[in-house]
């Protein structure tokens, strides 16, 4: 299951990138990529292609957020993420790390 999130994560992320790649932009760059956003506008009509682009963005969006909270809050085990509890917390500490600093000795004057 976990695995079929991710890959419509992926796929809705492969489409989210081309869909925003479609919109034009300030410099409209759509010329650049084909013109296909120049053809969608002499299908449907440009405020209707731009329209369209927009609710496809936000659909995709929100997919991914919910996608994403899904595979996080229900598909992932919680024995695959260990828990380091701090030293205050009664953990032991390790035996590799020294637990003092060595003494410093001060020349006397």
Not at 50 to 72: E, G, V, Y
């Amino acid at each position: 299951m976990f695995t079929l999130v991710v890959i419509l994560l992926i796929i809705a992320s492969i489409l989210l990138i081309g869909v925003i790649l479609l919109q034009p932009g300030k410099g409209d760059l759509s010329p650049t990529f084909g013109g296909l956003t120049t053809q969608f506008g002499s299908m449907f009509g440009t405020q209707r292609t731009m329209d369209f682009l927009q609710k496809t963005t936000r659909a995709l969006i929100i997919a991914i957020l919910l996608l994403s909270l899904l595979a996080n809050k229900f598909l992932l085990k919680p024995s695959a993420t260990q828990e380091i509890k701090p030293v205050t917390q009664g953990a032991q500490i390790p035996k590799t790390m020294p637990t003092s600093p060595p003494p410093v000795e001060v020349p006397k004057k």
